[in-house]
């Protein structure tokens, strides 16, 4: 059989897992291929999974899954909607191409197709780049370099996760878009960020009109100073412009969330963790 080709991302990104002295594209049964168990996508969207199968059914399975050997059976690494429409329409062989991979890379190369793919949704995307960092005490620097993204792109992401639950919801239904989500991430008010969003549906608001508001809101908040001439200062409990500039580079550096709290030239830095591996992490990002 002739050999098929990845896409070139993942061609380049698993080269050195592929057996290059055995190029032939397997034939397996879908119904013997075991799941892949650190699966990123947690969703699949009916009307997408239809499209695709009235393309296999049409023209075949045009590109193969990856898959590993785990015993004597082969367990899939990347392409779990593509085996999914296979077993659907009952297909007795989908090709398949075998590489070693181990449990340490299975989220990675799985992730690394999906991103090429753009089948994860943001939330969906957001989780396993965190599972990535803290299973391999990377940072949002090592994290994009490893996943050929940039690093300001995958702090932005992991950012999503800070957002009240429903709200992360939403951007996974489609009812809000990334656009959305990056203004809201910026109002640190929990009140006047609900507020925020609840407006986007009942106003129908764009990215460009959420920003229109919340400037409009800034703006109308009462200033402490003290005649026309002086300067506008930050109000009690408002952070200054460097103060926050400082809370996003660190955020962006350490892979999650930090807060910085300072008076009279003192204070305290927060910074979230939400595992004994996250923290791990953290901990040799910060001290080596």
Do not use: C
Not at 79 to 102: K, S
Not at 144 to 161: D, E, F, H, K, W
Not at 196 to 212: H, Q, S, Y
């Amino acid at each position: 059989m002739t050999s098929r080709k990845l896409g070139r991302g993942l061609d380049m990104l698993i080269a050195r897992e592929v057996d290059h002295e055995r190029t032939e594209v397997l034939e397996l049964e879908p119904s013997k291929v075991k799941p892949n168990p650190q699966q990123p996508r947690k969703k699949f969207a009916i009307q997408d999974l239809e499209a695709l199968k009235t393309s296999i059914a049409k023209e075949g399975v045009l590109q193969p899954i990856l898959v590993r050997k785990v015993g004597d059976a082969f367990e899939l690494v990347a392409g779990e909607r593509r085996l999914r429409a296979a077993q659907d329409l009952g297909l007795e062989r989908i090709p398949a191409l075998l590489v070693q991979v181990g449990d340490d890379r299975l989220l990675e190369v799985a992730l690394i197709e999906n991103i090429q793919r753009e089948d994860l949704n943001p939330i969906e995307l957001a989780q396993a780049y965190r599972h990535l960092m803290e299973s391999k005490s990377w940072t949002q620097e090592t994290l994009a370099q490893n996943l050929g993204q940039s690093r300001p792109a995958v702090g932005n992401t992991i950012r999503l996760l800070e957002l009240p639950e429903d709200i992360q919801s939403s951007l996974i239904r489609g009812h809000i878009t990334m656009g959305h989500a990056k203004v809201l991430l910026s109002v640190a008010d929990p009140k006047e960020q609900r507020l925020l969003f609840e407006r986007i549906a009942e106003e129908k608001l764009t990215v460009r009109d959420l920003e229109g508001v919340r400037e409009v809101t800034e703006a109308q908040k009462p200033d402490k100073s003290s005649g026309p001439d002086t300067k506008r200062r930050p109000r009690p409990g408002q952070k200054s412009a460097q103060i926050v500039s400082l809370e996003e580079q660190l955020s962006e550096r350490l892979g999650t969330k930090v807060r910085i709290r300072e008076k009279n030239g003192r204070g305290r830095v927060a910074i979230d963790f939400y595992s004994a591996e996250d923290f791990e992490r953290i901990r040799k990002a910060l001290l080596g």
